[in-house]
């Protein structure tokens, strides 16, 4: 089956700027996680959404950063005015909880590079 | 403050020796998981454990949680080439929120 899946694969911007990342996630997932990788780094959580909840926003580094996620499924991780120190891998994961256990699904990222 | 502490962060061996990489905290995890990520990937689950002491096999490797719920373990046996990545531990308080350790980046040598 289809897994999560990411666009763009790669974006450079320039400094300033705006960006916006998509994320589709496994049919059927009902929570939805953003996380941030520096270079060869762990992962830094970002944002939740799960079901019709209020989403959790507690990791998000500024009020530059925003995220979306329409009709429980495609989500959209907005980046405003972007800086140097924004650049890395946003991932993006699902999960269908089981027995209480949220095991995390993830797509491929996004290289964000800020010139 | 990293709540999941991996070590070693680096560790390069040759292909058949033996090998383990730890995740520690001082916080009680109700799950831990163990991912495994490859250069332009993002990381794939390998195993949860949920039960203090618990152990779980994965052919070569096998995963412990500590009886306390604050640690854990990844043991290879006989690493192959193809065992190479960064291997990342996280750990679950509240169900659905993850916290990842920094990782251990694995490189085994033909």
């Known amino acids: 089956g289809a897994g999560v899946s990411q666009s763009p694969s790669n974006k450079v911007t320039e400094k300033g700027k705006d960006v916006e990342l998509r994320c589709d996630p496994i049919?059927?997932?009902?929570?939805l996680y953003w996380y941030r990788q520096s270079l060869g780094q762990g992962l830094e959580f970002l944002i939740y959404?799960?079901?019709?909840?209020?989403?959790?926003k507690s990791g998000l580094p500024s009020d530059r950063f925003s995220a979306e996620r329409t009709g429980g499924s495609v989500s959209t991780l907005t980046i405003q005015r972007t800086q140097q120190e924004d650049s890395a891998v946003y991932l993006c994961?699902?999960?269908?909880?089981?027995?209480?256990?949220?095991?995390?699904?993830f797509g491929p990222g996004t290289r964000l590079t800020v010139t | 403050t990293q709540l999941l502490e991996q070590s070693p962060q680096f560790l390069s061996i040759q292909e058949g020796e033996n090998l383990t990489v730890y995740c520690n905290s001082s916080s009680v995890f109700s799950s831990l998981q163990w991912y495994r990520q490859e250069p332009g990937e993002g990381p794939v689950l390998l195993v949860t454990v949920v039960t203090g002491g618990e152990v779980k096999k994965l052919k070569r490797l096998t995963f412990q949680f500590g009886d306390a719920r604050k640690d854990s373990s990844l043991h290879i046996t006989a690493a192959q080439p193809g065992d190479t990545g960064l291997y990342l531990c996280?750990?679950?308080?509240?169900?659905?929120?993850?916290?990842f350790g920094q990782g251990t980046r694995l490189t085994i040598n033909p």
């Open positions: 049919s059927g997932h009902t929570a």
């Open positions: 994961a699902s999960s269908l909880v089981a027995g209480g256990l949220y095991e995390q699904y």
């Open positions: 959404f799960q079901g019709n909840s209020a989403p959790d």
């Open positions: 996280a750990g679950s308080k509240a169900a659905q929120k993850l916290v």
